[in-house]
């Protein structure tokens, strides 16, 4: 079957249910789709339900990480594994229906600063008359390594937006700190973001994540970082070393917050997986607002994309208190 060059993708219907090409096999596209779906109740910022609704799965044993734009998107990429048609083919090239990162955790982690690897899905070439595949259609976006410091810990992002073109690499780095709620991000496009959490023990795993975007006026953990991404010592929000690991936690979380952007929540389910789930919200303006579908990987933004790799490190470091490593 050829597949032209220039294509018009069917009707994306963000539920379960899908317009088919008359000339495809409609059976059990829909049905396997709709099996996988979970209803979740709406995430919303500042009193609108968010834009998009990314979910994080660990869908192998171990630290093997997957996050797709949607529940839906997950839902219908394991259904197109066993009904190959045109329409799925189509869906995919244009970003629908595939994943969108993968986070493999490194086992040089356990001797090294090497934490993970977070690779980038692209829709399959429009030349080539195949599905999406995994181990093809993807390439290298992030490494991450971490450093365990006395009040907190820092994380190096290295960024590869481009693989075509090294000269737009770029470093980020985020302090999370021992005591107070949050972890900083350095600025990145002239935005300072910061993480909240309330880190309130429970008998269950839930935990949640508040991004929050800062304002000139208010201090961040990352401003003025040494070349190396250490933090300067007269930061005001540092504090002291002994402090920090020996007096309990910082509750208060209202003196931290700026204009909040996002909330990543995990809520832990018994004998099922459980995914990470990260509502972001985005303001698209004009005529982009209307070619912007939240169900295709193409209109995930590079700025949400350095978030989820953020995110994929929160979970990291909750995936390890689950196991008793506080850092």
Not at 48 to 64: A, L, P, R, S, T
Not at 146 to 159: A, D, G, I, L, T
Not at 211 to 216: A, I
Not at 223 to 244: E, F, I, T
Request: aromatic share 12%; hydrophobic share 35%.
């Amino acid at each position: 079957m050829s597949i032209e060059k220039e294509f018009k993708p069917p009707p994306y219907d963000p539920s379960y249910s899908i317009h088919k090409y008359p000339t495809d096999d409609k059976k059990g596209f829909d049905e396997l789709a709709k099996a996988e779906l979970e209803v979740f109740e709406p995430i919303e910022i500042n009193g609108k339900v968010v834009d998009w609704d990314f979910v994080n799965y660990n869908e192998q044993m171990g630290y093997e990480i997957t996050t797709y734009v949607s529940q839906d998107a997950r839902a219908k990429y394991k259904a197109s594994k066993e009904v190959k048609t045109k329409e799925v083919l189509d869906l995919q090239r244009s970003g629908y229906a595939i994943p969108l990162l993968k986070t493999d955790h490194s086992w040089k982690a356990l001797y090294s600063h090497s934490l993970m690897k977070i690779l980038r899905f692209v829709p399959p070439p429009a030349d080539q008359n195949r599905l999406f595949d995994p181990k093809l259609d993807r390439y290298e976006f992030c490494m991450v390594r971490k450093w365990v410091c006395s009040s907190y810990n820092r994380f190096e992002f290295n960024f590869t937006p481009n693989p075509t073109n090294k000269a737009e690499d770029f470093t980020l780095y985020m302090i999370y700190h021992r005591r107070n709620p949050i972890a900083d991000v350095s600025p990145y496009n002239g935005k300072r973001y910061r993480f909240i959490t309330p880190k309130l023990w429970s008998l269950k795993r839930d935990w949640s994540y508040e991004l929050h975007e800062l304002s000139e006026e208010q201090d961040s953990l990352a401003d003025n970082l040494h070349k190396d991404g250490k933090v300067p010592k007269n930061n005001p929000l540092l504090g002291s070393a002994w402090k920090n690991n020996i007096l309990p936690q910082v509750k208060d979380t209202d003196s931290f917050k700026g204009n909040e952007l996002g909330v990543a929540v995990y809520r832990e389910k018994l004998y099922k997986v459980a995914p990470v789930r990260f509502g972001y919200s985005k303001t698209v303006p004009g005529e982009a607002a209307q070619q912007c579908d939240s169900e295709s990987i193409n209109s995930v933004s590079d700025e949400a994309l350095v978030i989820l790799c953020l995110v994929s490190v929160l979970k990291n470091v909750e995936d390890n208190r689950a196991l008793g490593i506080d850092f």
